[in-house]
């Protein structure tokens, strides 16, 4: 009787996740237009940025963000800062990035990969915020892009070249460096449980409140694969257990970065 309950409960689990699946596909772009509403007060074509500090940054974290926007005829852009020279493969490794862009249905022509000496790609390092923030304002200010999605404060991993981003970016919002129509999303670090237990996590991050919630289904799982099987040079044995069991393979859940006064000077 028990194992019975078991099955049942299970199977039920595995539906409500469906169930959830298809009504996020139904909700997802009016959540897009709200967001842009919120901060634009009107509703408009979507620009977005993915910011990312390593190649394969882009589909070990973004990869249900990057499709689900690109379903959603927005246009992606990705700002790369470093090449990943960590190991002396940056050349390999920028190709790489290319390539799976290109999976996940971003141009090389809307790929930037940002080559600077005090950028290094090192979980040591400790990135300059305002040097970061600079080429990230410049960024967005050049291609007038009205979406910015990058790392929270903890970074997924909790490595150094990400939280240097979204301290970056906070700073930017904080000081009103950022133009009026340009929201800011800052995608959520899980603890470890929920981290590794794949879609399984969907029910929880979909009960939680975010701002935006990205889920893609077992197409645009086998989509992220693809793009993740592009950084050859980064497939040891423990990044195939992540593709397995990363609930960042499935889902992507945002909250909105604050932004202050605008043209607030900070001395």
Not at 6 to 34: D, E, F, N
Not at 64 to 88: F, K, M, Q, T, W
Not at 124 to 153: C, P, Q, Y
Not at 186 to 205: A, Q
Request: aromatic fraction near 10%; charged fraction near 15%.
């Amino acid at each position: 009787m028990s194992l019975y309950l078991i099955i049942c409960l299970a199977v039920s689990y595995v539906v409500g996740i469906k169930c959830i699946y298809y009504r996020h596909r139904r909700t997802l772009v009016q959540s897009l237009k709200h967001i842009m509403t919120a901060v634009s007060g009107i509703g408009c074509d979507i620009t977005a940025l993915i910011v990312t500090a390593h190649p394969d940054d882009e589909c070990m974290f973004f990869a249900p963000a990057i499709i689900r926007l690109v379903e959603s005829n927005a246009s992606v852009h990705l700002l790369c800062l470093s090449e990943g020279n960590y190991y002396d493969q940056g050349t390999q490794r920028k190709q790489e990035l290319i390539n799976s862009c290109a999976v996940l249905g971003i141009p090389a022509s809307r790929i930037t990969i940002v080559d600077h000496k005090k950028l290094p790609d090192d979980p040591k390092a400790e990135w300059s915020v305002s040097l970061v923030s600079s080429l990230i304002e410049k960024h967005i200010r050049t291609h007038s892009f009205n979406m910015v999605l990058t790392f929270d404060g903890r970074g997924v991993s909790g490595h150094a070249n990400h939280t240097a981003i979204h301290k970056a970016v906070s700073h930017l919002a904080f000081t009103g460096q950022v133009p009026n129509d340009c929201c800011l999303l800052s995608l959520v670090t899980v603890g470890l449980l929920r981290k590794y237990i794949s879609f399984l996590e969907l029910p929880l991050s979909w009960l939680l409140p975010s701002c935006l919630c990205c889920i893609i289904g077992s197409q645009g799982y086998r989509q992220a694969k693809a793009a993740m099987l592009c950084h050859r040079t980064q497939l040891l044995w423990f990044r195939y257990l992540y593709i397995t069991f990363s609930r960042y393979m499935f889902i992507n859940t945002f909250q909105m970065i604050p932004q202050g006064p605008k043209n607030l000077k900070i001395y």
